[in-house]
């Protein structure tokens, strides 16, 4: 039984974990319902392959790497010609979630100087933005169609979004679907 607050792998059984003293999720629809359970397994084995090897702190950077709030963000910008694959709901809308805020962020920094009067670096924060903007075009394109691909839908659905005023929301439907395995029957 992993620790949802340190990783550490506890006897089955254990009320408290041994190393930080946190209450164990006990019931069988805690431990089956994942999230910070199954985040907390995770780091508890990649705590353990490094612990083999002496390294820890490179344990806690692995697990941060690949579970982390900009992971999906980071795995779509790396599978940018991936349009093969699929994308989960959770992957993809994180990835969405930190894209917006970048872009929001950019916006408000890109502001500033143009309010201070400093209208050069307006423009060229402009212009880095518009290269980013262009820039994420195929990595938002390949994820898209990965999820939808991941939804049950062929990747033409992503031009629902061209038909004026309901075909975003549509799109946007689609793409909050549950996942479809290959033999067609939703995963719950």
Known sequence: MYC?????????GARVCVKC????????????????????????DAQETRRE????????ADFVANSGFLAPFINMWKNYTNFKDRTGVRDYWMSMLVYIIVCV??????????????YPISGIMYILFVLFGLA???????ITVRRLRDAGRPWPYIFISLIPFVGS???????????????GTPVV
């Open 136 to 142: 994420a075009i195929c990595p938002g394109l390949a």
């Open 105 to 118: 962020a950019w916006g408000i920094l890109m502001a500033i100087p143009a309010a201070i009067g400093l």
């Open 21 to 44: 003293g946190e209450q164990l999720q006990t019931s069988e629809f805690a431990n089956a319902s994942g999230g910070a359970y199954e985040n907390a397994r995770a780091y508890g």
């Open 53 to 60: 090897s002496g390294d820890s702190k490179r344990a806690y």
């Open 169 to 183: 929301i549509v799109l946007i439907v689609l793409l909050c679907g549950r996942s479809v395995p290959d033999d």
């Open 4 to 12: 949802v607050n340190c990783g550490t792998n506890n006897q089955d």
